[in-house]
């Protein structure tokens, strides 16, 4: 049944990609001098409990109007309207708290796939599960079956604490600092189906880690909790806030306290009750918490938070953590866990895309070589836990003969992708198939020393965090010979940890088929030049963007990147 969504004729319909970065479902911003932006209204009217019937009437037989009410009601019970909208298809978003699943709650999410979504699933940057190609009437099958497995995608989307991340080998990495797998459980719990905070005025994205590698990124959390050692060797937890993406970037920034663990969760309602009593409710352009924390300033800040709680906060010893200096966060590959005779694999799952058939697969896998437990990651990929010695090579020649990557390559260790354009309405530009396209080239083309992270994002939105990767594709149009082009903006030099630095916007608009010949060219520039030690970010941020630009678009003497591209091509077939 095809479902017609009706707009108010001062309203336009976006999409958010697979971390919602947009103002919201269905709505673009009004530009009206509203003294309460209109998100915020309908959200007013409406009540949980309004979320399940608003479904049923929908996908009753004969019902064909949606209202932009109805759409807003589906946002908040984690459904989205997928592009293109005139086919009344859904994207289903699955919140999978710590990126932790049972094999059969992913044999569940496979079935799903499978019967409702044409055997599509993507792995988001928050550890969550997407589903597309909806129709209405599978919705409320759909929502059953993952509440009978144990599963939710209530609070995956809209102004609601979004899905809790964690370190994905959280209790069996040999080098954490605090397994915090605990403390997600804990904070989930008093979030969810908590009226007091189901009305925030916009998302709130926490991150919570023990990893030596704070692989969740809290630099880019509105949240950030992260173990460190004392002077004395305990593990206690700093906590950094205000950070985001999207069109406006900001680094989170370090509250400048230590916490206990048991004193993660009412750190993090403190936190969430100033953003949802002191955030701005009158722009939605503006109602992020970053923009409270750059308002007030961490003084401030931290004594409200104080003041929520009570009490005085334990200051740290240095006013901000010292940075973890490492680019390659995924813990991919078969690495050996804290016991003895245990290891997890963590394969690749390019651009996050896969399938039911490999999910139901990779849950079979993990059930007969493993323990069971499975994780997705913050990287788009997926972990299997606790694999004994005895089985590995059995596991390995599974994976092999089923085509999973554990040992991935430079390239493809560090690529990203949203949705883009086939699912999003906000996105100019396909994402999706470009990164398995530059991938494949980049591997067989150039050798890196290490891994680069490469972003491919459909709009400026930053779903795909490119701001903060080495390579940041921010897609875009452009008329080219009076022909309108797909095109990709190109930002350089992004990353977290020792060198904190969101990408540069190099001057150059390059062609979606024109990418790969660039990247090879930039890459091989930089083995050829490169100082030593010198990474790639730290490269590219000591060239001048004029030059990268040039190096990008090609110019008389550049490397003959398109033969390099050509030979790729052929050997990859």
Request: charged fraction near 25%.
């Amino acid at each position: 049944m095809d479902v017609v969504v009706l707009a108010s004729p001062s309203r336009s319909y976006r999409q958010p990609c697979d971390d919602d970065h947009s103002p919201g479902i269905g709505f673009s911003q009004l530009e009206t001098r509203q003294s309460v932006n209109s998100i915020e209204e309908i959200k007013r009217g409406r009540d949980e409990s309004d979320l399940l019937p608003d479904i049923s009437r929908c996908a009753a037989p004969g019902a064909r109007v949606m209202t932009p009410e109805d759409e807003a009601s589906f946002r908040r019970h984690g459904v989205y309207v997928q592009r293109p909208a005139e086919d009344g298809m859904f994207m289903v978003r699955i919140r999978i708290p710590g990126g932790d699943l049972l094999p059969r709650q992913l044999r569940t999410i496979a079935d799903l796939a499978r019967e409702h979504g044409r055997d599509l699933a993507d792995i988001t940057v928050r550890q969550n599960i997407q589903l597309h190609w909806v129709r209405i009437e599978s919705l409320l099958d759909i929502l059953n079956r993952l509440r009978d497995a144990g599963l939710s995608t209530t609070e995956a989307c809209g102004g609601r604490v979004r899905n809790i991340i964690n370190c994905p080998v959280s209790g069996v990495d040999a080098h954490e600092i605090y397994d915090a797998a605990s403390l997600i459980r804990q904070v989930n719990e008093f979030f969810g189906g908590n009226n007091d905070f189901s009305n925030l005025p916009r998302k709130l994205k926490i991150a919570i880690t023990g990893c030596s590698l704070r692989c969740v990124y809290p630099e880019i959390n509105d949240i950030g909790i992260f173990a460190v050692r004392t002077e004395t060797g305990q593990a206690a937890f700093r906590a950094r806030v205000g950070g985001g993406l999207s069109t406006t970037p900001r680094f989170s920034k370090d509250l400048g306290v230590l916490v206990e663990p048991g004193e993660v969760v009412e750190l993090c309602a403190a936190i969430a009750a100033v953003f949802r009593d002191e955030a701005n409710r009158e722009s939605r352009e503006r109602s992020r918490l970053k923009f409270l924390v750059e308002k007030w300033q961490i003084p401030i800040f931290r004594d409200e938070v104080e003041t929520r709680l009570g009490r005085p906060l334990k200051r740290a010893p240095l006013a901000e953590a010292e940075p973890v200096d490492v680019n390659d966060r995924t813990h991919l590959g078969v690495n050996r866990q804290g016991v003895l005779g245990l290891s997890y694999a963590g394969l690749s799952i390019l651009g996050g895309r896969t399938t039911g058939h490999d999910l139901r697969l990779l849950a079979d896998l993990a059930s007969e070589y493993g323990s069971g437990r499975i994780r997705t990651t913050n990287t788009q990929n997926i972990i299997l836990l606790d694999v004994p010695d005895a089985n590995l090579t059995h596991l390995k020649r599974e994976l092999d003969l089923a085509g999973f990557d554990y040992e991935p390559s430079w390239s493809r260790r560090g690529v990203i992708a949203c949705s883009g354009i086939q699912f999003c309405k906000l996105a100019l530009a396909e994402t999706k198939g470009l990164a398995a396209e530059l991938n494949s080239i980049l591997e067989t083309s150039v050798h890196m020393p290490d891994t680069v992270r490469i972003s491919v994002t459909g709009c400026p939105n930053s779903c795909g965090q490119h701001h903060i990767c080495d390579v940041g594709l921010e897609g875009s149009t452009t008329t080219i010979n009076g022909v309108k082009r797909e095109t990709f903006q190109v930002l350089l030099g992004g990353g977290a940890g020792a060198y904190e630095t969101f990408g540069r916007r190099i001057g150059a608009r390059i062609p979606s088929e024109d990418l790969a010949e660039s990247l090879v060219r930039l890459f091989s520039r930089y083995n050829k030049n490169h100082r030593e030690a010198e990474t790639f970010q730290e490269y590219c941020l000591r060239q001048s963007e004029d030059d990268l630009a040039r190096l990008l678009r090609g110019y008389p003497d550049a490397i003959p990147a398109r033969d390099i591209v050509h030979d790729a091509l052929l050997a990859s077939g």
